[in-house]
C-alpha cells in the first residue's frame, strides 16, 4: 500500500493480518466488499451460488490489513474475517 503521508513508527508497528471467509450460499452479489476493500484483496468470483449470484474471491489474503470493512458494509452477513497474531510488520510502502 503506497501511502501518501509516511507514518513516523511504520517500520516498528506490527499490524493484524486477518483471514476472510465468505459464507457463498448467502451471498447477494452486491459487489461492495470488492468495491470499497481499501486493498483490493477481493474479486468477483466466477462461479456462481444457487442464488445465480456471483460471490467474491479472495484474490490477495497478504494484502488484507483486517480493517473489517467487508465484514461491517455486507448487507448479508456472508463475509468475515478471522484476526491473526500480529507477526507480520509493515513493511511496504
Ligand atoms: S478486512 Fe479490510 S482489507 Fe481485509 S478484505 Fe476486508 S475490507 Fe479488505
Ligand atoms: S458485500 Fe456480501 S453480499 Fe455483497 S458481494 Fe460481498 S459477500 Fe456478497
Redesign the pocket.
Known amino acids: 500500500m503506497k501511502y501518501w503521508r509516511r507514518p513516523l513508527d511504520l517500520d516498528k508497528v506490527c499490524l493484524p493480518r486477518a483471514e476472510v471467509r ?2 457463498e450460499e ?9 468495491t470499497y476493500c481499501p486493498r483490493n484483496v ?1 474479486v ?1 468470483g466466477e462461479k456462481f451460488n444457487s442464488k445465480g ?1 456471483y ?2 474471491h479472495v484474490k490477495n489474503q497478504d494484502e488484507c490489513a483486517s480493517c473489517g470493512l ?1 465484514q461491517m ?7 468475515y474475517h478471522i484476526v491473526q497474531r500480529p507477526e507480520v510488520a509493515e513493511q511496504s510502502v
Do not use: W
Open positions: 465468505i459464507i448467502r451471498c447477494k452479489g452486491c459487489n461492495y466488499c470488492v477481493l468477483t449470484y460471490p467474491p467487508c458494509i455486507c448487507p448479508e452477513f456472508a463475509i
